[in-house]
């Protein structure tokens, strides 16, 4: 079973922050938490993983909480093409490397103008 | 550039035929990959984890003579899906993790069963 919980659907206006929440309670010390986001009929793209400590890429900002008990996916400017389903998954199996990806049902993200 | 590479990307099939489903790793050498599933309006399900050299594990029900996986090379790895049948119908994706931190997904076959 999946250990993360996400809202059903979110949505955002153009040009504004979006922050997508997720709760993994249950996580391991050593378990890593990931964000991936699905567009319709595609394969899911990688966005950004961290431990504990925030991470930040060229696509999105990680925020955990000191007890990585939940984290907040941030896309800064919203655009249209950030619409897609959001995914927060932990890495089970521990580490950084293999182990098995659980998918939730995801955060369905709709940007509008 | 994509680090792997699905093939097809859609198959259209007739019910009691077999189809064979293609993951390349294209910059390096997977170990391991894995299978996952999608149905309309759903999340992906984990099928299996496809080892080279070895037979893959399913998880639990998870027909493996029905979903032959062969990972006989470091960069590829088949899932065949025998005997088709209408509820196989769906969204199949692989999976590949590359040495740091990074797991990249395949672009995905929509297969349809008539």
């Known amino acids: 079973d999946a250990k993360t919980t996400q809202p059903p659907s979110m949505d955002c206006a153009e040009g504004r922050a979006a922050n997508l929440p997720c709760n993994h309670s249950t996580i391991s010390g050593n378990e890593y938490v990931y964000w991936y986001r699905q567009i319709h009929s595609q394969g899911p793209q990688y966005i950004i993983h961290g431990l504990k400590n925030n991470e930040t890429n060229e696509m999105a900002s990680l925020i955990i909480t000191e007890d990585r008990k939940s984290s907040t996916l941030i896309l800064p400017h919203a655009t249209l093409r950030d619409t897609a389903v959001y995914y927060c998954?932990?890495?089970?199996?521990?580490?950084?490397?293999?182990?098995?990806?659980?998918f939730g049902q995801g955060t369905e993200l709709s940007v509008k103008p | 550039g994509a680090v792997v590479s699905q093939h097809p990307s859609r198959v259209i099939c007739k019910s009691g035929t077999s189809v064979k489903i293609e993951c390349r790793s294209l910059?390096?050498?997977?170990?391991?990959m894995f299978w996952y599933r999608q149905f309309p309006k759903q999340s992906l399900m984990l099928m299996a984890t496809s080892n080279e050299g070895s037979k893959a594990t399913y998880e639990q029900g998870v027909e493996k003579d029905k979903f032959l996986i062969n990972h006989a090379s470091l960069t590829l790895s088949t899932l065949t899906v025998t005997s088709a049948h209408p509820e196989d119908s769906s969204f199949y994706i692989c999976r590949i993790d590359t040495m740091n931190t990074e797991a990249f997904f395949g672009q995905g076959t929509r297969l349809t069963v008539v």
């Open positions: 998954i932990v890495r089970v199996g521990g580490g950084n490397q293999g182990g098995k990806l659980i």
């Open positions: 910059d390096f050498q997977a170990t391991t």
